[in-house]
T-cell receptor, first 117, second 109 residues
Framework: GAVVSQHPSRVICKSGTSVKIECRSLDFQATTMFWYRQFPKQSLMLMATSNEGSKATYEQGVEKDKFLINHASLTLSTLTVTSAHPEDSSFYIC?????????????FGPGTRLTVL | GIQVEQSPPDLILQEGANSTLRCNFSDSVNNLQWFHQNPWGQLINLFYIPSGTKQNGRLSATTVATERYSLLYISSSQTTDSGVYFCAVVDSGNTPLVFGKGTRLSVIA
């Protein structure tokens, strides 16, 4: 299957700092990447859809100025949590989609656990 | 938007037992995937199965698209099967996967 990497896997930061998370599709090109957030013992919640070369589409309730997404190339998307606060602590997971005709499977990175002190 | 319901929410099995996990969805889909989330949080793709039946080792899945449900079968369960199993669907076009709440499986020796 296709491989998606995510870096860093874990980050601890002070309140008020910004944190950048990188997501890469290693062996395929992804015109569309997605960012999800997961709280303990809950399901994945979509935050935004990122298309290469265009602005991200954010889900309702997700602050676009707090969660900056850049999809700079067909293999790289970044999520920057700006001025992080303790309530932003969560598990962030990126996903990339392979599209071949009607086949459109999504693959997921290993996630980034963010703790804001 | 499309709704995805998984059952049961929790399941405890003795090692070696078989189980069936169910995923119901509220509208027609053009993509359905099953995942296993391991204790470290990694989502592992199990099946891409918008319709039909597939098998991979001790796991198999069936999706009956016309009746809007999918089943994941786990046979001869092992402790390493423990974790959360998610069903996720796409209803149309290039929209992202929508996840169910998952089934938390614990396999005890």
């Amino acid at each position: 299957g296709a491989v998606v990497s995510q870096h860093p896997s874990r980050v601890i930061c002070k309140s008020g700092t910004s944190v950048k998370i990188e997501c890469r599709s290693l062996d395929f090109q992804a015109t569309t990447m997605f960012w999800y957030r997961q709280f303990p013992k809950q399901s994945l919640m979509l935050m935004a859809t990122s298309n290469e070369g265009s602005k991200a589409t954010y889900e309702q309730g997700v602050e676009k100025d707090k969660f900056l997404i850049n999809h700079a190339s067909l293999t790289l998307s970044t999520l920057t949590v700006t001025s992080a606060h303790p309530e932003d602590s969560s598990f962030y997971i990126c996903s990339a989609r392979t599209v071949r005709g009607s086949y459109n499977e999504q693959f997921f990175g290993p996630g980034t656990r963010l703790t804001v002190l | 938007g499309i709704q995805v319901e998984q059952s049961p929410p929790d399941l405890i099995l003795q090692e070696g037992a078989n189980s069936t996990l169910r995923c119901n969805f509220s509208d027609s889909v053009n993509n359905l995937q099953w995942f296993h989330q391991n204790p470290w949080g990694q989502l592992i793709n199990l099946f891409y199965i918008p319709s039909g039946t597939k098998q991979n080792g001790r796991l198999s899945a069936t999706t009956v698209a016309t009746e809007r449900y999918s089943l994941l079968y786990i046979s001869s369960s092992q402790t390493t099967d423990s974790g959360v199993y998610f069903c996720a669907v796409v209803d149309s076009g290039n929209t992202p996967l929508v996840f169910g709440k998952g089934t938390r499986l614990s396999v005890i020796a």
